[in-house]
């Protein structure tokens, strides 16, 4: 999936990077008005890592001025409900959401955030993504932007898009040259506050026998909330006899304190010990959640710190940033 110098063309009118779901979502939007772009990852190797996620009627649009939507509904199914339980799965109350379809144009619609990753890059010329690309700092001058990377390459376009999360380093970069400038608001280079841990992972194919909630051709979202350490975690199904899974501890205010420099990446590492704290937690829909872990393979479980933050700024120049609405 990786190109090489040689093949990337000279001249870029847009450089996005960042190859998650934000960045191909911009890459396709492009791909369609025939603008010319490429996408620069980091990561040596593409991963789709994550659990469920839900769209509705406010989102689905964009699938179907990308030509996609009959192929995202694929992956989906409708959600009508969300029960919430209590630590031993007594059910406390469910969050009634039918007819959102009658009221709004669509019903919210769940999926696994991989298999929605997998549609959108297969859908992005291989050509057009350069993987292992950490980008160092981006300097603008005579209207063009160049981004130097840790390779020592640098590409230049008319615009540049920061699609490569919390820790954009597209970000730093240009907070460095607003500050300097004097027009950075303070509020913007003040530390992220992390306020929970998540561990979260999408199941092989399980059966349904054991779990019926994989019959329905609708979403069982079950989680449970108020359990003990700031705990709560649960489950909901995907097409395919998945089961898309998270797991949350809510962070005291001084062990917040205590994570707040470390790196909040995707990926499958320092997981054992989140996994064991849970193992034995009952799950919604039967057995224990360490059963649901099981599994999943472990290259597909990740682990991230869930930061609080509001940025003010999210342009400057010829630079832009994108946040991770997706």
């Known amino acids: ?71 995202f509904k694929k992956i989906c199914l409708p959600c009508y409900n969300a029960d919430m339980c209590n630590d031993k799965t007594e059910k406390l109350g469910c969050l009634d959401m039918k007819g959102l379809d009658k009221l709004l144009g669509s019903q919210n619609l769940i999926f696994a955030r991989p298999q929605l990753f997998d549609l959108l890059l297969s859908r992005i010329p291989t050509h057009k993504i350069s993987l292992g690309k950490k980008v160092l700092r981006t300097v603008e001058k005579e209207g063009r932007v160049r981004v130097h990377f840790s390779d020592n390459t640098t590409h230049e ?22 500050d300097r400038q004097g027009v950075l608001p303070k509020s913007d280079m003040e530390t992220f506050a992390v306020a929970s841990i998540n561990m979260v992972g999408v199941t092989i194919p399980e059966d349904p026998s054991k779990y019926p909630q994989l019959k329905d051709n609708f979403s069982h979202f079950s989680v449970v909330i108020g359990g003990s350490g700031g705990r ?68 597909r479980i990740s682990k991230v710190f869930i930061e609080e933050k ?8 010829r630079t832009m940033l994108l946040g991770a609405g997706l």
């Open 232 to 299: 709560s975690w649960g489950v909901t199904n995907a097409p395919g006899n998945q089961i898309c899974w998270s797991l949350i501890t809510q962070l005291s205010e001084s062990d917040a304190r205590s994570m707040q420099f470390r790196n909040s990446e995707w990926g499958p590492e320092s997981l054992e010990s989140m996994y064991k704290e849970y193992e034995n937690t009952l799950c919604p829909w039967g057995g224990t959640m360490g059963e649901v872990m099981k599994g999943t393979p472990k290259d």
């Open 310 to 317: 509001l940025f003010k700024t999210w342009y400057g120049g």
């Open 157 to 178: 376009a008319d615009i540049l898009v920061g699609a490569d999360g919390v820790y954009s380093s597209v970000r730093q970069s240009l907070f460095k040259h607003l």
């Open 1 to 71: 999936m990786s190109t090489t110098s040689s093949e990337i063309p000279t001249k870029l009118e847009v450089i996005i990077v960042g190859a998650g779901i934000g960045g191909l979502v911009l890459g396709q939007l492009l791909e369609q008005i025939d603008v010319p772009y490429h996408i620069f990852e980091r990561a040596t190797t593409i991963k789709p890592l994550g659990a469920a996620m839900s769209l509705g009627a406010s989102v689905l649009p964009i699938f179907e001025q990308l030509g996609l939507l009959e192929e």
